[in-house]
Nanobody, 127 residues
Framework: QVQLVESGGGLVQAGGSLRLSCAAS????????MGWFRQPPGKAREFVGA????????YYADSVKGRFTISRDVAKNMVYLQMNSLKPEDTAVYFC????????????????????WGQGTQVTVSS
């Protein structure tokens, strides 16, 4: 069992930056692929990006590629989402999620692959 807690959300102006953190409990965290998803107001949850358990592979949605970066610190059981050049359309509740079934260099974008989810953190980007 893994518990995930996101933090770092807030209000930021367009063009600004935020770093979201996801704290994970559980000794097997290092073997899980980790993903970030978001749910804009009135819309469905969507994939943002993911990092493999080895940290060798990352994968991003086209909408955030080049602006967002995912990293992980196994020693601290943490995953991060660095968000730069934020746009109003990035406004959403952001969730981290854990996928325990991937090979070390594998990541997938489908939400159904992720077994564990955090409660989410709100990011609001003003124009």
């Amino acid at each position: 069992q893994v518990q995930l807690v996101e933090s770092g959300g807030g209000l930021v102006q367009a063009g600004g930056s935020l770093r979201l953190s996801c704290a994970a409990s559980g000794r097997t965290f290092s073997s899980y692929a980790m993903g970030w998803f978001r749910q804009p107001p009135g819309k469905a949850r969507e994939f943002v990006g993911a990092i493999s358990s080895s940290a060798y592979s990352t994968y991003y949605a086209d909408s955030v590629k080049g602006r967002f970066t995912i990293s992980r610190d196994v020693a601290k059981n943490m995953v991060y989402l660095q968000m730069n050049s934020l746009k109003p359309e990035d406004t959403a509740v952001y969730f981290c999620a854990a996928d325990p079934k991937r090979r070390p260099d594998e990541v997938l974008s489908g939400a159904s692959h992720y077994d564990y989810w955090g409660q989410g953190t709100q990011v609001t980007v003003s124009s």
